[in-house]
């Protein structure tokens, strides 16, 4: 009862201080956010911040306590002997041969790659002659309100017609939180920020329409009737050289890597001696 009540506390930890560095111990074992946060990237296969956020904080829970099991079990495992089982031994040699396999060939194919240069003249002609890559469509940052009956919407829209401002913003959070069925309603109806096509057409063509600061009509689509309030609207633009150098640095330098890998690889064949 005394660990549950820790883990518990220890999640607590993770919602208000989420920079906290020790969650929880495990007879002297510290398990940090740090340790957390490695096991949500790995299992999300580095999505984690895709994952919806009311799904998140259940994640955390999750992994934190197998982090816990794990290491009560790997605590009993040595205190009754297993680490000296024969079973342990040939299993952790088997093992220890193919890791020290694996390890080289990335270590390798790291080195390969540090070896690989792309020059400032590289990275700027391939920014200039690709700039349409670069560009970002107008997008904008909206909420609504899903509800299945027009007469529903309506009533709902006659408690913010007054409303401006702050006002109006604070009561369409509260309405959505209340009354929508979409599965954004919990965040206030919060969609994020969106590009036009992404939406259903009726949707699209009513919220890219609008004014920052107003509140739709109800829009009738496939889903239900939708009140929608506009936040934002970022006008398109091209990103600058500066802002995607980083990624045009990692494109030319794997596109030469993938190169040099195969003329190095005609090379160590040409020296080897392979039998079929």
């Known amino acids: 009862m005394k660990l549950i009540t820790k883990v518990v506390s220890s999640l607590a930890i993770i919602t208000t201080l989420v920079t906290a560095n020790t969650l929880v111990t495990v007879n002297g074992k510290v398990i940090t956010q740090q340790d957390v946060e490695a096991e949500l990237m790995q299992a999300t296969q580095g999505r984690f911040n895709q994952v919806p956020q009311e799904k998140q904080q259940q994640l955390r829970m999750q992994v934190l306590e197998q982090l816990v099991a794990k290491e009560l079990i790997y605590g009993d495992a040595v205190k009754t002997g297993v680490m000296n089982s024969k079973e342990f031994k040939d299993e952790y040699a088997k093992i220890q041969k193919r890791i020290k396999k694996e390890l080289a060939i990335q270590v390798w194919q790291k080195q390969q790659l540090d070896k690989v240069k792309i020059s400032?003249?590289?990275?700027?002609?391939?920014?200039?002659?690709?700039?349409?890559?670069?560009?970002?469509?107008?997008?904008?940052?909206?909420?609504?309100?899903?509800?299945?009956?027009?007469?529903?919407a309506k009533r709902l829209l006659a408690q913010l017609k007054s409303l401006k401002g702050n006002a109006l913003k604070s009561k369409f959070?509260?309405?959505?939180?209340?009354?929508?069925?979409?599965?954004?309603?919990?965040?206030?109806?919060?969609?994020?920020?969106?590009?036009?096509?992404?939406?259903?057409?009726?949707?699209?063509?009513?919220?890219?329409?609008?004014?920052?600061?107003?509140?739709?009509?109800?829009?009738?689509?496939?889903?239900?009737?939708?009140?929608?309030?506009?936040?934002?609207?970022?006008?398109?633009?091209?990103?600058?050289?500066?802002?995607?150098?980083?990624?045009?640095?990692?494109?030319?330098?794997?596109?030469?890597?993938?190169?040099?890998?195969?003329?190095k690889m005609l090379a160590l064949k040409d020296k080897a001696t392979i039998k079929q």
Request: hydrophobic letters at 30%.
């Open 120 to 152: 400032s003249k590289e990275l700027k002609k391939y920014y200039d002659e690709n700039k349409d890559e670069f560009n970002e469509k107008e997008s904008v940052h909206a909420r609504h309100i899903l509800v299945k009956e027009e007469d529903e």
């Open 173 to 263: 959070i509260e309405l959505a939180k209340a009354h929508s069925t979409g599965p954004s309603g919990v965040e206030g109806g919060d969609l994020g920020y969106f590009a036009q096509g992404q939406m259903v057409p009726e949707f699209d063509n009513e919220v890219f329409s609008m004014k920052v600061g107003s509140v739709s009509n109800p829009i009738k689509t496939q889903f239900g009737y939708h009140l929608i309030y506009l936040e934002d609207k970022k006008a398109p633009k091209t990103r600058s050289f500066t802002e995607v150098k980083s990624f045009i640095q990692q494109r030319l330098q794997m596109e030469k890597f993938k190169s040099v890998m195969q003329k």
